[in-house]
């Protein structure tokens, strides 16, 4: 029947990545499905770069269909409370953006930002909810460092950031009303060897058409609106990401601002370890191993002996958060055990933390 042909405009969403919700085709035309596009990919490139250096492993992101859909609406996606990153366009309006990921895939995520490998999720707590956000934040950073190419050089910071699991009744971007149209980009997060799990950026439909806007304008050489001066200003109209040269005031550029975990050192940028220096790690000292079958084990009884692999003698095995860093010898302080430190396994500490 000729009602179920699409349209150009919806045609030119689907092409575009911009599918979903087709009845609002006439609200995102193909020219600013094109422009949102990019902002999709520069969220999953940004999570995957940012989780691939937390994971230490393979990560794929693959932008799934756009959809324009109210608060109330995208709640249903949802089986079980999501956990949501909220934050707001510092230097752009201060415009609102939430991240929203169910809760295994928070999990994942501040598993890995505390050093583990992200097969064992932890038990839910303050402490990793704290680290999620971390982890979150690092990439609403990096995506808002590569936006700010593509803004003309806008100087772009993640402010106004906050965090927690859901409660009932939750909408994505709890500074508007729940019937509010949102633009909603999923990304798939696959890693090696881990479930993979999604992470929805989400924008209010009208904040969503501004920002292509503004990024049709840079693309058609109009001039940047001016900011406040900042202390560091960047003279020549330098841009960052390469953007257009416009004259006008000094672009503020600053390195985008993550809320640390732990104190930092120095100033600048804090590195990654600065950000999880004060996050506490499991430190394991193995004496050795034996591999027995199943009868066997059901066949132990108090007083049965276990051969470990190792020769009496031979130094233990420190491990922090299961990965190998160090050989020692146990040693007897007061009356607990200790272990003194003979060898250090060359970059094991490295690995421990990333």
Not at 58 to 72: I, P, R
Not at 210 to 219: E, K
Request: charged share 20%.
């Amino acid at each position: 029947m000729p009602d179920d042909l699409l349209s150009p405009d919806e045609i030119n969403a689907l092409l575009s990545g911009g599918g979903g919700d087709f009845g609002d085709a006439d609200e995102i035309s193909s020219s600013d499905s094109e422009q949102l596009a990019k902002v999709s990919d520069t969220f999953a490139n940004s999570e995957n770069s940012v989780i691939n250096m937390l994971a230490g492993k393979n990560v794929t992101t693959s932008v799934g269909a756009t959809e324009t859909l109210t608060q109330e609406e995208f709640t249903v996606k949802f089986s079980e409370l999501p956990f949501i990153f909220s934050s707001t366009f510092g230097g752009f309006d201060d415009k609102p953006i939430s991240l929203v990921v169910d809760q295994r895939g928070a999990l994942t995520l501040a598993d890995l930002m505390m050093g583990g490998g992200g097969a064992e999720l932890p038990e839910p707590s303050d402490l990793y909810w704290n680290a999620a956000q971390e982890g979150l934040s690092q990439i609403v950073g990096s995506a808002f460092t590569s936006l700010s190419g593509l803004l003309g050089g806008r100087r772009l910071m993640p402010e106004n950031t906050t965090s927690a699991l859901a409660e009932d009744n939750w909408i994505a971007i709890a500074v508007e009303p729940a019937d509010k149209k949102l633009w909603v980009s999923p990304v798939n997060v696959s890693i090696d060897g881990l479930k993979p799990f999604n992470i929805w950026t989400c924008l209010t439909l009208d904040n969503a058409l501004d920002i292509s806007g503004a990024m049709r304008d840079t693309l058609e050489g109009k001039p940047v609106p001016s900011q406040a001066p900042s202390n560091n200003p960047v003279g020549g109209g330098g841009m960052m990401g390469g953007g257009r040269q416009n004259a006008g005031p000094a672009v503020d550029v600053r390195p985008a601002a993550f809320q640390p975990l732990g104190g930092g050192s120095g100033g600048g940028a804090p590195s990654p370890i600065d950000l999880i220096a004060d996050i506490p790690v499991r430190v394991t000292v193995e004496l050795g191993k034996a591999r027995k079958s199943v009868s066997e084990i059901l066949a132990l009884t108090a007083g049965a002996v276990v051969e470990l692999d190792k020769m009496a003698g031979e130094p233990v095995d420190i491990l922090v958060n299961g990965k190998l860093i160090a050989h020692g010898e146990v040693v007897v302080i007061d009356e607990n055990f200790g272990v003194r430190i003979t060898d250090i396994i060359p970059g094991g500490a490295a690995r421990a933390a990333s």
